[in-house]
């Protein structure tokens, strides 16, 4: 159940893609791609996969998927086998993370939308006003020019990123790649737990690759993150460890101390915080979804 990688190519009238699907059309399997992804499913059900999240979609739902990161929408068969007017419909945006430049998302104005284009690395479901004011402009984008429609994905993107009206989905460890080479402070913190995770790391050695005091540090990666850098550990131990259990079908132990764990209770018990199931409950909800090859 390895992710597929998708390449998604832009044509000489634009940069980025603009879909409709339509019944059958949106039949996907398991996979990811280096673009960011924003889909609104304006008329269908299911179970979407997005990292290590399991959730239910429904008319109305809208979701920012960040680069690299795997996921899978299973629409219910209804859906997909209906056709015209009574077929299931999506509305598919793809572009790259840089679509409007280094120097346009260092400017102080797009402070908040540069802010959301990092935070969707986990996934991001729209919720609130949002989700209901943005279905027209989706409707608006299928029929306007390449230039205009570079004006509404700008438009769309900055309403979410002001409003902040969505919730993460996934956690960190599950991405397909730790994100781009932007090598400031936090990402360099990022960088060093994706790769020792499954080593022993304390806070005094984070600290010092960023030269400063523990306590220092554990509020400056507080007020980065929204969450302790124990937590954020965490996160990535268990998205490994998810990733592990699907896609390399690993038994549980075996994951334990793959993912840096010497003690299998401490591994449960972190595996439910964060996924709300056991590890082996995990793994058979995974198992049950017979994912479209």
Request: proline content about 3%; some cysteine; charged content about 20%.
């Amino acid at each position: 159940m390895k992710p597929a990688l998708r390449q998604i190519t832009a044509t000489p009238e634009s940069s980025f893609l603009v879909r409709k699907d339509v019944g059958v059309s949106m039949l996907n399997n398991w996979h990811y791609h280096p673009e960011i992804e924003l889909l609104f499913i304006k008329k269908s059900s299911g179970t979407w996969l997005i990292g290590d999240h399991i959730g239910h979609f429904q008319n109305g739902d809208m979701v920012l998927i960040g680069a690299n990161l795997p996921h899978c929408f299973r629409h219910e068969y209804n859906h997909l086998a209906k056709k015209g007017s009574t077929a299931g419909e999506s509305i598919c945006i793809k572009f790259v993370s840089d679509i409007f430049g280094c120097t346009f998302l260092n400017m102080p104005e797009t402070k908040a939308l540069k802010a959301l284009l990092f935070n969707c690395s986990n996934g991001l479901q729209l919720t609130g006003k949002t989700k209901h004011s943005l279905p027209l402009t989706f409707e608006k984008m299928l029929s306007a020019s390449p230039g205009k429609k570079l004006i509404y994905l700008l438009s769309i993107l900055e309403e979410i990123a002001q409003s902040k009206d969505y919730v993460s989905l996934s956690s960190t460890g599950f991405m397909q790649t730790p994100g781009d080479a932007n090598q400031d402070k936090i990402k360099l913190v990022f960088e060093y737990t994706f790769n020792n995770y499954h080593e022993k790391i304390t806070l005094n050695e984070v600290a010092a690759l960023l030269n400063m005091t523990m306590q220092s540090f554990c509020r400056y990666f507080k007020s980065k993150t929204n969450k302790t850098y124990i937590r954020f550990l965490m996160e990535v131990k268990i998205g490994f460890a998810c990733r592990l259990l699907v896609e390399d079908e690993k038994n549980v132990s075996e994951v334990c101390y793959e993912c840096g764990y010497n003690n299998m209770s401490h591994f449960n018990h972190q595996f439910k915080a964060i996924t709300k199931k056991t590890p082996l409950e995990y793994k058979k909800d995974y198992l049950k979804m017979q994912l479209v090859d």
